[in-house]
């Protein structure tokens, strides 16, 4: 009898003392005071378990080896090792770092993503501004960067000092230029250890013609030495924008957008701080016009390789000229050799005459 006296009031105890850690209040909630635990599995540090707690500064959730989240049987998230961290402040994410989030999501580590699956900035729609990042095991395409309407690589100490290297617009590709006119256009210096090979094959050609009388077109062509102009810089600009974040709305922001907007594109300085020789695009239009290209905002250029073959034509007519000329010189030197000899003859011939009439003329004395 003693022994269930003794086993109820253990048992009246441990349900007194959990009343007296676990409540219910009147919306039927239980609580459990701040500083107390409530755990699943093990009640201690070690082994597989599942703690809640609030020290009365921070809610955590204390597990090991890992927590699983799981729908029905289909497991949707899992933790394991690794430190998540979340500011409800900021409503900002952390993932393998105990330091505060300093964006929506912070992680320190790797990021995957599956095959097929897209990575999507801005819009996640075809329109709009967008960067997508995607790979696939199928097709041909690969891993590939989708975006629009162009992708710059930026560089630069400062907002002021800002650079675009690289720029990818439509099917173009820029060097130091925001927004380029052709396949590839580059603002400076290009140094190639190599080749610059261009397609000639006839197969590729029709309505092939030689081309004439390259001497009189060349002759009206001016050559010029000239320095380049610098670009301007941009002046300062403002940019209203809104920013909503949460229920938290921050309206009618000014921005300095100086060197933002339209970033100073210098190139290579070397090619604004030296002389060059050339010609005027304007001037080669009006004799060669298939060598002059306009691009979209109007700007001439010049197909100098292109040149190439009117100065062969115009050397290889020229050496015809020197030919000619030297053929002619060649007859000019033996009709005088001729004539060279035909004096020689009549000087003779009159050096004859002459002694005879001094003979003659001795006689007649």
């Known amino acids: 009898m003693k022994k269930y006296i003794s086993l109820f009031i253990l048992f009246f105890e441990t349900i007194t003392n959990c009343y007296a850690q676990l409540t219910i209040n009147s919306n039927n909630d239980a609580v459990l005071p701040v500083g107390k635990s409530y755990w699943i599995g093990s009640a201690t540090n070690s082994g597989n378990r599942l703690r809640l707690n609030h020290d009365g500064s921070y809610a955590y959730i204390d597990y090991e080896p890992e927590l699983i989240f799981r729908k029905n049987t289909t497991e949707i998230f899992r933790m394991s090792g690794n430190i998540f961290k979340f500011s409800q402040t900021s409503s900002r994410l952390a993932i393998g770092t105990s330091d505060n989030p300093v964006a929506t999501l912070h992680v320190n580590g790797e990021t995957y993503l599956p095959s097929g699956k897209s990575y999507w900035i801005a819009s996640r729609s075809d329109e709009g501004i967008r960067l997508r990042l995607h790979c696939t095991t199928s097709g041909t395409q690969g891993a ?93 600009s403002k940019m209203q924008m809104n920013i909503t974040f949460n229920s938290d709305s921050l309206s009618n922001i000014t921005i300095d957008t100086i060197g933002k907007n339209t970033p100073p594109v210098f190139g290579d300085s070397v090619i604004f701080n030296r002389q060059h020789i050339g010609f005027i695009a304007q001037s080669v239009k009006e004799v060669y016009p298939e060598l002059v290209y306009e691009d979209e905002t109007g700007i001439l250029s010049i197909d100098y390789i292109s040149l190439i073959p009117i100065l062969v034509e115009g050397i290889k007519e020229l050496n015809n000229k020197i030919s000619s000329i030297e053929q002619n010189n060649k007859s000019t030197r033996k009709e005088n050799e001729q004539l060279k000899a035909e004096i020689q003859t009549i000087n003779e011939q009159l050096t004859k005459l002459q002694k005879q009439l001094n003979q003659c003329c001795s006689k007649l004395k």
Do not use: H, W
């Open 144 to 236: 590939y960067i989708d975006f629009y309407p162009k992708l710059q690589f930026r560089s630069g100490a400062t907002s002021s000092q800002e650079f675009y290297p690289l720029t990818l617009l439509n099917s173009y590709v820029g060097i130091n230029k925001t927004a380029p006119t052709c396949a590839l256009d580059i603002n400076g210096v290009a140094k190639v250890n190599g080749a610059i090979v261009l397609t000639s094959d006839m197969k590729v050609k029709e309505d092939i013609k030689e081309l004439r009388n390259t001497l009189n077109s060349l002759q009206s062509l001016q050559a010029f030495t000239y320095r380049l102009k610098k670009p301007a810089m941009p002046k300062s």
